[in-house]
């Protein structure tokens, strides 16, 4: 394809690098809303769906965990596939299989089926995330190219940030099923934009074998210890499934490493982390990043599901982390390129972890926001909101704006250009495969804190009935009409939970502080 035009300082793109850049946009932007849209919609998804054979906090979590793991799993292998058999070919087939996953997540008759269908989502998100980068990066050349990554950045951003914005506007007006089906329209146009303006391309040197048998193994390794490790604690640890599942899962995950040194072309070659500053980060990124995705799935199911706001009210009051992270990102990454990287990676996850530790102080009783269109005084948030959850929030964004981007210069610093591909993919994978493993510590954590809590306030309610578990979940309303009495119980109950996992989630912030200020403490060594 004929490269954009130099026009003085600027570059004009022709008509057909237009429209292949906008399907790598729609495309990637599907992925990325998927992965925050589904948080406001949880508390409808558990009120409104049945379920036979996991409770409502479990199918919540395997909602969130199956797409990461999967996504995660399978990002590299994705990248590998789209190199040889060709880009075009396959961000079109992630397209096709992401638009039908999503119609499968809109019409899913149960929570079992919706956790499931979520799995196989995640798959179809790896072939598309990799894919759009190596369309646009074999499209565009030189300054064009950067300007496009840059564009392609900046509106995949943005999505993302207004995900949750959109989720709480859609599950309020529409339902919590437009969260998915909203994907199609996007899909069908990218789709069409990939058949008839993309050119393909394929890398020559690409090599034909692909570690299949990693990818499985990883896959294995997450999914097999987040599956064991939530039902286990849901169903007892002597439940065949949560057996069979952490035995798998600790099998692969200590055959994993040993696979990666002995395979000829392995997923994840060994010798990049003996780069001292690529291990750290990327050490970093799993502790700062699963912290980051396992709160914002609790936060805004304390907040709808048992503070009382609305999926909107909720969005609103959380936006503050993404406007933060969006406005002050840029600056930030080009003061951390004069001063150095150490101290905003040392200091940005110590700002996190307050964030987070004072969102986990939100009183159960704290008035909640409930903004409606029909009543314009209702847009205006209580002061409840803005002196809690929006303050908190602010702290929360502006740490993680302090982190991101000078996270990603050192860790594509750390490694030559000819694997910059390669080690951004791994890092990209790590970001999200945190999420299922550290969401399942939560999970633990969450019902041991609540049923435990419950069982203390009301001694004459058998908290280890499966009954009783299933009409009073954690961090959900409960299922029936209940006394007064008992309905404040699940409440405090639940407060009590999500302030221990929001703990949780500061010191897993805090522990990447300490990763990045000693091990980055000789900041450009190896």
């Given at each position: 394809?004929?490269?954009?035009?130099?026009?003085?300082?600027?570059?004009?793109?022709?008509?057909?690098?237009?429209?292949?850049?906008?399907?790598?946009?729609?495309?990637?932007?599907?992925?990325?809303?998927?992965?925050?849209?589904?948080?406001?919609?949880?508390?409808?998804?558990?009120?409104?769906?049945?379920?036979?054979?996991?409770?409502?906090?479990?199918?919540?979590?395997?909602?969130?965990?199956?797409?990461?793991?999967?996504?995660?799993?399978?990002?590299?292998?994705?990248?590998?596939?789209?190199?040889?058999?060709?880009?075009?070919?396959?961000?079109?087939?992630?397209?096709?299989?992401?638009?039908?996953?999503?119609?499968?997540?809109?019409?899913?008759?149960?929570?079992?089926?919706?956790?499931?269908?979520?799995?196989?989502?995640?798959?179809?998100g790896a072939l598309l995330i990799p894919g759009s980068l190596s369309v646009i990066t074999s499209v565009f050349e030189g300054a064009a190219r950067a300007r496009a990554i840059g564009i392609w950045a900046a509106a995949t951003s943005a999505t993302t940030a207004a995900g949750p914005?959109?989720?709480?506007?859609?599950?309020?007006?529409?339902?919590?099923?437009?969260?998915?089906?909203?994907?199609?329209?996007?899909?069908?146009?990218?789709?069409?934009?990939?058949?008839?303006?993309?050119?393909?391309?394929?890398?020559?040197?690409?090599?034909?074998?692909?570690?299949?048998?990693?990818?499985?193994?990883?896959?294995?390794?997450?999914?097999?210890?987040?599956?064991?490790?939530?039902?286990?604690?849901?169903?007892?640890?002597?439940?065949?499934?949560?057996?069979?599942?952490?035995?798998?899962?600790?099998?692969?995950?200590?055959?994993?490493?040993?696979?990666?040194?002995?395979?000829?072309?392995?997923?994840?070659?060994?010798?990049?982390?003996?780069?001292?500053?690529?291990?750290?980060?990327?050490?970093?990124?799993?502790?700062?990043?699963?912290?980051?995705?396992?709160?914002?799935?609790?936060?805004?199911?304390?907040?709808?599901?048992?503070?009382?706001?609305?999926?909107?009210?909720?969005?609103?009051?959380?936006?503050?982390?993404s406007i933060l992270l969006t406005a002050l990102s840029t600056r930030v990454g080009t003061v951390a390129g004069q001063v150095g990287a150490r101290r905003f990676l040392a200091v940005g996850p110590v700002v996190v972890a307050i964030g987070l530790a004072w969102l986990g102080r939100?009183?159960?009783?704290?008035?909640?926001?409930?903004?409606?269109?029909?009543?314009?005084?209702?847009?205006?948030?209580?002061?409840?909101?803005?002196?809690?959850?929006?303050?908190?929030?602010?702290?929360?964004?502006?740490?993680?704006?302090?982190?991101?981007?000078?996270?990603?210069?050192?860790?594509?610093?750390?490694?030559?250009?000819?694997?910059?591909?390669?080690?951004?993919?791994?890092?990209?994978?790590?970001?999200?495969?945190?999420q299922p493993l550290l969401a399942a510590i939560a999970f633990i954590i969450a019902t041991s804190a609540f049923y435990a809590t419950l069982g203390s306030t009301l001694p004459a309610i058998d908290v280890a009935d499966p009954a009783i578990r299933a009409t009073i979940p954690p961090?959900?309303?409960?299922?029936?009409?209940?006394?007064?009495?008992?309905?404040?119980?699940?409440?405090?109950?639940?407060?009590?939970?999500?302030?221990?996992?929001?703990?949780?989630?500061?010191?897993?912030?805090?522990?990447?502080?300490?990763?990045?200020?000693?091990?980055?403490?000789?900041?450009?060594?190896?």
């Open positions: 394809m004929t490269d954009a035009v130099p026009d003085g300082r600027r570059f004009v793109m022709t008509s057909a690098q237009r429209r292949t850049l906008l399907a790598t946009i729609l495309g990637s932007a599907a992925v990325f809303l998927d992965g925050t849209v589904v948080n406001i919609a949880l508390a409808a998804i558990g009120r409104d769906l049945p379920a036979t054979t996991i409770s409502v906090l479990e199918g919540q979590t395997y909602i969130v965990s199956g797409y990461f793991a999967t996504l995660a799993a399978l990002l590299v292998l994705a990248g590998a596939l789209s190199d040889y058999y060709g880009r075009r070919r396959v961000f079109a087939i992630g397209i096709t299989a992401f638009g039908l996953t999503s119609i499968l997540c809109g019409l899913a008759a149960s929570l079992e089926l919706l956790a499931i269908f979520r799995v196989l989502q995640g798959a179809a914005l959109i989720g709480g506007v859609l599950v309020d007006v529409v339902g919590w099923r437009a969260v998915f089906l909203i994907n199609i329209p996007l899909l069908a146009a990218a789709l069409w934009l990939t058949l008839r303006y993309m050119p393909e391309s394929r890398d020559p040197h690409a090599p034909a074998r692909f570690d299949w048998l990693g990818a499985g193994v990883a896959c294995l390794a997450v999914g097999g210890l987040a599956l064991g490790a939530i039902r286990g604690q849901e169903r007892g640890w002597d439940d065949p499934v949560a057996v069979v599942a952490l035995c798998t899962g600790i099998v692969a995950i200590i055959a994993f490493p040993i696979l990666m040194a002995r395979r000829p072309d392995p997923l994840v070659p060994p010798a990049l982390f003996r780069r001292r500053t690529f291990a750290v980060v990327n050490l970093s990124t799993l502790l700062l990043y699963g912290a980051l995705y396992v709160s914002l799935t609790f936060i805004y199911l304390y907040l709808i599901g048992v503070v009382g706001y609305s999926p909107l009210g909720a969005a609103l009051a959380v936006l503050p982390v939100t009183p159960v009783d704290s008035q909640p926001w409930r903004p409606s269109m029909n009543d314009p005084s209702s847009l205006v948030p209580p002061a409840d909101v803005v002196t809690g959850v929006m303050a908190a929030s602010t702290v929360f964004g502006v740490g993680m704006a302090l982190v991101v981007a000078p996270l990603t210069a050192t860790l594509m610093s750390s490694i030559p250009v000819r694997q910059a591909g390669l080690g951004s993919a791994i890092n990209n994978a790590i970001s999200r495969v945190g961090l959900n309303a409960p299922a029936a009409v209940l006394p007064a009495d008992v309905v404040a119980a699940s409440r405090q109950a639940s407060a009590d939970a999500f302030r221990l996992v929001m703990l949780m989630c500061a010191a897993l912030a805090a522990a990447a502080a300490a990763v990045n200020g000693f091990g980055l403490r000789r900041e450009g060594s190896e």
